[in-house]
């Protein structure tokens, strides 16, 4: 069992930077974000899978370049990196794990194959 807890939200104008942190209990090789914005479905916004030694990260093409994920193991912790926010960046964001047994399988892997969900924290971004 994995337990995932976010924290890092807030409100901040465009063109702005936040840091999401999720603090885990135990790491699985694939793990990622998610948003979700009021009537819409959820969206894988970056994955990061981390076997090989230097692991592998996919983004949305709507976030490329200016969100970052990562991971410090140490600290059982993965967090994602927004510069440059955008009011289309507004939603609730998730981390999530996925049991997985390769890093190639982890990304564009749909969020309904995520086993475990953290309760997420709200991003909102003013024009």
């Known amino acids: 069992q994995v337990q995932l807890v976010e924290s890092g939200g807030g409100s901040v104008q465009a063109g702005g930077s936040l840091r999401l942190t999720c603090g885990y209990t135990s790491r699985r090789l694939c793990m990622g974000w998610f948003r979700q914005a009021p009537g819409k479905e959820r969206e894988g916004v970056a994955t990061?899978?981390?076997?090989?030694?230097?692991?592998?990260?996919t983004y949305a093409d709507s976030v490329k370049g200016r969100f970052t994920i990562s991971q410090d193991n140490a600290k059982r912790a993965l967090y994602l990196h927004m510069n440059s926010l955008k009011p289309e960046d507004t939603a609730m964001y998730y981390c999530a794990a996925a049991n997985v047994l390769y890093g190639n399988i982890c990304h564009g892997l749909p969020p309904n194959d995520f086993a475990y969900w953290g309760q997420g924290t709200q991003v909102t971004v003013s024009s």
């Open positions: 990061l899978a981390s076997d090989g030694p230097d692991g592998s990260t």
